[in-house]
């Protein structure tokens, strides 16, 4: 390694005791974005990267200027209807945000932009728009706005009639805005301001500065969240925690009205409602691992009155729904792989779209009016460009509306993917996804990139990436490993990798890593791998499990400190999910937890090249987990790898807000991989 020396982090004892057992951490310390100390920290470690990576500048800015001219600047999503308009997004050549817009009954009418977020940027090194929400007549846009990164969005509402901005300005809501329909009232979540938990939902009327409260959870495991039925008709209160979820409604006609809870929270019963002329449809695992479709009248909702439309199927995960005048369509999961069925209220016959790429992602998109016969969904492979169709529901054809243009040659026959099957130390069969361009050779000399995320019934369905066509075209692989933890092979999947049958997610990335080697795909001296979050803590855990597998790593935003984090419940998340990882107030769930936690498992060995990214206003995963993950590396580690840690000091879990300034953090970590490949 090159021959600069890297910083130190001054150790401060701190005992945690429980359970009758104490650890000590040396670094408990960097817990204090306050300190200045700790920010001398993290701006050192920032400049030994630079340091470091040096010699790789010229290939950063050669990797950001590549990535960023296979982008279209200026471009156009697919307009969608909605009562009376079209609205649509835009970017322009050379700026960072989109432009949100809309066309009054036909595309060939004027355009009006109703919210520029170029402008709301102007001042800001950051700057998200979340949550726009246009009043039943269309003159109102509600919208949330953060410039920190913490994910506290300030409300803001726009008269979209003048263009004029309104007095109302209402701070730490999450971006979730629903109007009744008196085109007065705003119903928005509260979030608390020290967990950012949101808990309360509110009632606001224009002009009126005292808000009502409308329901307070009080349950410190369960979130909160406001919307408005497809029909517009009625207004939904969702409570939900990991495992349990509970709904109150109104008529949206009547938002002073009290909210009424449609069926009492169960403990592990999920459910979601959506409602069509005098039925509300209930999605639900009540009795059904896999999901299934119900159905009861306006009037009598708790769950002794639901009838059963379609049962729940071992084999079938049903994930979504959505309805229409005279169809309903349904996203599903068999085998891995998301299908769309469609099926006729009056006759009950059923369609399925058909896909014929081995390894795809096919979901609903965007279809917000009920009257249409038109289904619009999207569609893309690891090879094909993310793709938008409209598909005809009485004439079964679908029509290409829009296909990511890739700028500067992309040839899509150039490139293969694949769907492999490795099988897990348990016997468990786990797909892989894998694409790479042709000419890749099987004989254990090429990099191969392998990807996973595996926590929170997070399905990781494959995508197409323009970013990683510059590690491709240099000869590597990219590999999704679908492992348990996510919902890839159905509920199940999700049941056996998580609390305390986490460790499967751990064994099945190295399976997986272990099987792409013995097939020679690559070898541990070409074998690298990523994760962000709970993804990074499965590069934590794994890297710890077996060190020696992988020349490199990449863990961005990781979670590493498991315990101590779950026994802060002041911290963002963690009341949210005990159902997750455990509560380690129990003696059981805190040893289990503290037998695979990254930060705690350290150990005197060598390990692999390693890159670690946070951001100081992270509100996800804080960033004194990835801080003192590597200063505790940089103590107890043998070898003479590469171990960097670069924060960036004005984001949060997200990264830069901008779609440009992304791509600065992606020409980081491909950097970072191709030094290790002799770049």
């Not at 863990?555 to 802060?568: I, K, R, Y």
């Amino acid at each position: 390694m090159e021959n600069i020396t890297p910083p130190s982090a001054e150790k401060i004892a701190k005992k945690l005791s429980i359970h009758g057992h104490t650890r000590q951490d040396d670094y408990y310390w960097l817990n204090d974005r306050e300190n200045q100390q700790v920010i001398d920290y993290l701006n050192a470690e920032n400049t030994y990267l630079e340091a470091v990576l040096a010699p790789q500048k010229e290939l950063r800015e050669q990797l950001f200027h590549e990535m960023k001219g296979r982008i279209k600047e200026t471009d156009m999503g697919v307009p969608y209807l909605k009562n009376g308009y079209y609205y649509y997004t835009r970017f322009e050549e050379g700026r960072e945000y989109p432009i949100y817009c809309r066309k009054k009954e036909h595309l060939d009418n004027p355009e009006e932009i109703i919210l520029d977020v170029n402008i709301l940027a102007e001042g800001h090194s950051y700057c998200q728009v979340s949550g726009l929400t246009i009043s039943p007549d269309a003159r109102l846009l509600a919208y949330g706005i953060d410039t920190v990164s913490r994910r506290k969005y300030t409300l803001r509402i726009k008269d979209l009639s003048t263009g004029e901005l309104l007095p109302d300005s209402i701070l730490d809501t999450s971006p979730s805005y629903t109007w009744a329909a008196d085109n007065l009232t705003l119903f928005y979540t509260r979030k608390d301001p020290v967990t950012l938990r949101s808990d309360r939902v509110m009632r606001h009327v224009l002009g009126i500065t005292d808000d009502k409260e409308v329901y307070v959870e009080t349950d410190e495991t369960f979130d909160v969240g406001v919307h408005k039925t497809k029909s517009g008709a009625y207004i939904m209160i969702t409570s939900e925690s990991t495992l349990t979820s509970e709904i109150r409604y109104i008529s949206a006609k009547t938002p002073e009205a009290e909210f009424v809870v449609f069926h009492p929270r169960t403990r592990e019963m999920l459910y979601q409602v959506d409602h069509r002329d005098d039925k509300f449809y209930i999605l639900t695992n009540w009795d059904a691992l896999n999901f299934k479709l119900m159905q009861c009248s306006l009037d009598q909702t708790s769950r002794e009155h639901w009838q059963e439309l379609i049962p729940h199927r071992s084999d079938v995960l049903l994930e979504e729904l959505s309805l229409f005048r005279e169809y309903m369509a349904l996203n599903e999961r068999s085998q891995g792989l998301t299908q769309i069925r469609i099926i006729e209220f009056r006759t009950g016959k059923e369609q399925y779209i058909k896909f014929s790429e081995p390894a795809y992602s096919a979901y609903i998109s965007n279809n917000p009016e009920m009257d249409s016969f038109q289904l619009r969904y999207g569609y893309v492979s690891m090879i094909t460009p993310s793709s938008v169709y409209d598909y005809n529901m009485q004439t079964q054809e679908s029509v290409l509306k829009r296909r990511q243009e890739v700028l500067g040659g992309y040839d899509q026959s150039q490139y293969v993917s694949e769907r492999l099957m490795a099988v897990a130390t348990d016997g468990t069969s786990v797909p892989v996804s894998i694409v790479y361009r042709k000419g890749f050779t099987r004989d254990g000399s090429r990099p191969l990139l392998l990807y996973a995320y595996g926590s929170y019934g997070h399905s990781m369905d494959v995508y197409f990436s323009s970013t990683t066509l510059s590690l491709l075209d240099r000869g590597f692989a990219y590999a999704i490993a679908h492992i348990r933890g996510g919902q890839d092979m159905g509920r199940q999947w999700y049941e056996d990798g998580k609390m305390f049958k986490k460790k499967n997610t751990f064994t099945d990335f190295i399976d997986c890593a272990d099987f792409l080697v013995r097939e020679k795909y690559t070898s541990p001296a070409h074998l690298y791998a990523m994760g962000g979050s709970a993804g990074g803590l499965l590069m934590g855990a794994v890297m710890n499990m077996r060190p020696e597998l992988w020349n490199g790593m990449v863990a961005q935003v990781p979670f590493v400190d498991v315990v101590t984090t779950m026994l802060d419940e002041s911290i963002p998340l963690t009341t949210g999910e005990f159902d997750e990882w455990g509560n380690p107030k129990n003696k059981d769930a805190y040893d289990y937890m503290l037998s695979y936690s990254p930060y705690d498992n350290v150990r005197r060995t060598d390990y692999p090249n390693v890159l670690v990214t946070t951001g100081l206003h992270d509100s996800q995963v804080q960033y004194w987990e990835p801080a003192k993950w590597v200063a505790k590396l940089r103590e107890m580690k043998t070898d003479h790898h590469l171990l960097l840690l670069h924060t960036n000091m004005e984001t949060g879990h997200g990264g830069a807000s901008g779609r440009f300034e992304a791509l600065k953090d992606k020409a980081l970590e491909f950097a970072f991989l191709l030094k290790l490949e002799g770049y």
